[in-house]
């Protein structure tokens, strides 16, 4: 059974940092794309960053700069680091796993395990 589990989450003063994790068990993920996806309330799933196993990533606009996906083959977990944190990243963030090419990495459709997801909270 594939699991996706996140930890991490919480409460954070704007400007500070928090760090996520991401669990994956039940299979081997060498040939996925590891995702990071939020959603606010209201508001559709959005794009955060995608890594693959050679290390490779990209970050969707409004976070680049600030955050940083890790990812560890090894261990199968992808961490996310997340820096200068602004209100409008207050959102539940929820770790993906799917084989994605091209500019299709960004595209929630495209990611087929999931995990239940973790809030962060940024106050102003």
């Known amino acids: 059974q594939v699991q996706l589990v996140e930890s991490g989450g919480g409460l954070v003063q704007a400007g500070g940092s928090l760090r996520l994790s991401c669990a994956a068990s039940?299979?081997?993920?060498?040939?996925?794309?590891m995702a990071w996806f939020r959603q606010a309330p209201g508001k559709e799933r959005e794009f955060v960053g995608v890594?693959?196993?050679?290390?490779?990533?990209y970050y969707g606009d409004s976070v680049k700069g600030r955050f940083t996906i890790s990812r560890d083959n090894g261990k199968n977990t992808i961490n996310l680091q997340m820096n200068s944190l602004k209100p409008e990243d207050t959102a539940v963030y929820y770790c993906?796993?799917?084989?994605?090419?091209?500019?299709?990495?960004?595209?929630?459709?495209?990611?087929?395990?999931w995990g239940q997801g973790t809030q962060v909270t940024v106050s102003s």
């Open positions: 039940g299979r081997t993920f060498s040939n996925y794309g």
């Open positions: 993906a796993a799917g084989i994605v090419y091209g500019w299709a990495y960004r595209e929630v459709l495209k990611y087929v395990y």
């Open positions: 890594c693959w196993s050679g290390g490779i990533t």
